[in-house]
Nanobody, 125 residues
Framework: QVQVVESGGGLVQAGGSLRLSCTVS????????MGWFRQAPGKERELAAV????????YYRGSVKGRFTVSRDNAKSTVYLQMNSLTPEDTAVYYC??????????????????WGQGTQVTVSS
């Protein structure tokens, strides 16, 4: 019903930047909290950042805080993840997900209802 599509991944050198985009179908985007998750090879999926429906509240895991910025444009049904000062430890498949029943935001990935297919981010040293 709701489709989530990420874009912007690629191969970058350590210290470089990437900007990921995620577009969500339908007319209820502004009611969804949006999360960015990532999964490195052999590792469990983890939350990188989340933003509330109105964009006023954000959360970042400690390892990305100060380097990543999540934002959204509800008029375009798009959420962004600006990633700066990338390191090889940031290498992962990055997933965008929507929490349909959000009140604020959740850091639990089980609360997210709609998921994209992921976009690969590879940071070389």
């Amino acid at each position: 019903q709701v489709q989530v599509v990420e874009s912007g991944g690629g191969l970058v050198q350590a210290g470089g930047s990437l900007r990921l985009s995620c577009t969500v179908s339908g007319r209820a985007f502004s009611t969804y909290a949006m999360g960015w998750f990532r999964q490195a090879p052999g590792k469990e999926r983890e939350l990188a950042a989340v933003i509330s429906g109105g964009g006023r509240n954000t959360y970042y895991r400690g390892s990305v805080k100060g380097r990543f910025t999540v934002s959204r444009d509800n008029a375009k049904s798009t959420v962004y993840l600006q990633m700066n000062s990338l390191t090889p430890e940031d290498t992962a498949v990055y997933y965008c997900a929507a929490d349909r029943r959000s009140f604020g935001y959740s850091i639990s990935q089980t609360d997210y209802d709609y998921w994209g297919q992921g976009t690969q981010v590879t940071v070389s040293s």
